[in-house]
């Protein structure tokens, strides 16, 4: 019996919990900076922890750092319905990226409680491990990739961008236990579906007048990390005719980044330099040595790969033009990914048996969920993002759509677990 669960979720408890986790690594500005593997994410990790303990249910940290609480079913040895997200945040984030997951999983848990829903599988709420990892390491969602076998351990060697110190380092400093991390890897057929709830960080639910997006797929993306090396050398002395000037060749390919995935609007693609450094700092130095990382994605792989390979073609061009060494190297890729159909059509029931407005759409960001499809049936559903920001300090979901959400989860797992 699957029916009225739903009505134990308040969106007000809700409300309370991100305004609760906001005041951990809130700044004044109104932002979040909660990275992964520091005394903050800790803290919101240990506090969500004592939430699922509070309903009662037995929590445990994995070898990877997975928060995970869990409801038993009537049979234990059924493969788990699992829900959850992130807690911890990029730099300057929002409160909502990853948070409104965790929340609305761990609401769905509540009013199952509340409601003595009586059900089969068992119902795993996670807060997966430093989902936001690549703001501080070159390996995306430790936590979720370990589920699926996927984390290596030369990834645990890789270095902070911030701080130097390795990926293990900071693990531990959060006292997770790396010494199981083989454990963390769940077995194929262990899960029987994965959902997770994520605001869209984008403008299209909020431009349809739609309270839920049921994710379709999620777009692939493709990682290249290049070096531009050119001469260091005094910016007074030396005549401009004479520079390999490595940040002036970095300029033209950032713009030619841009120029190539505008260039491909159907299907679309998009392509960014978020993250470039450059050496020395000095006004009076030309710059010597760029590094930049260069992401690039779509839900069409081959239109993906087109632009990659134009923005390649750029890089190589530049490079002689202006005299430069090139480094070019693809970092990482992940392949688009469909998710689960029996889990799509169980959220899009789930929103028609509410009443609840939805439309299907893919997910230009990756997801842990995305992660886990790799190897389980998974599925999304987003909510609407004020103005379409995220990653920002002004990330706003309304409650209201939080709480229907919430709901479409709470019913979706009932479903899924009954
Ligand atoms: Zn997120």
Known sequence: MTNGVERYVSGARIAERVARLAEI???PNGGMNRLPFTPEDRAARDLFARWLSDLGLPVRVDGAGNVIGRREGGDPTAPVVMAGSHLDTQPMGGRFDGIAGVLTALEAAEAMGAAGFVHRHPVEIVDFAAEESMGRFDVSMPGSRAMVG???SEDLEL????TGETLREAMGSIGIDLSRLAAAERPLGSIKAVVELHIEQGPHLEEAGKQIGVVTTVAGSVRYHCVLEGQQAHSGALPMAYRRDALCGAAELLLAVERAAKAQASPPV????????YEPRSPVIIPGRVRMIIDVRSVDAAARDAVAADIEAAARRIAVARRLHLEWRLSSGFPPTPLA???????????EDLGVSSMPMPSGAGHDAMTLGRRFPAGMLFVPSVGGISHAPQELTRTEDLEAGAKVLCRA???LAA
């Open 25 to 27: 690594g809130g700044l």
């Open 150 to 152: 996927a984390l290596k």
């Open 159 to 162: 270095r902070c961008r911030l």
């Open 270 to 277: 998009v392509g960014t330099v978020g993250y470039m450094d």
């Open 341 to 351: 159909r029996a889990v799509v059509d169980t959220i899009t029931r789930a929103c």
């Open 413 to 415: 797992l009932c479903m």
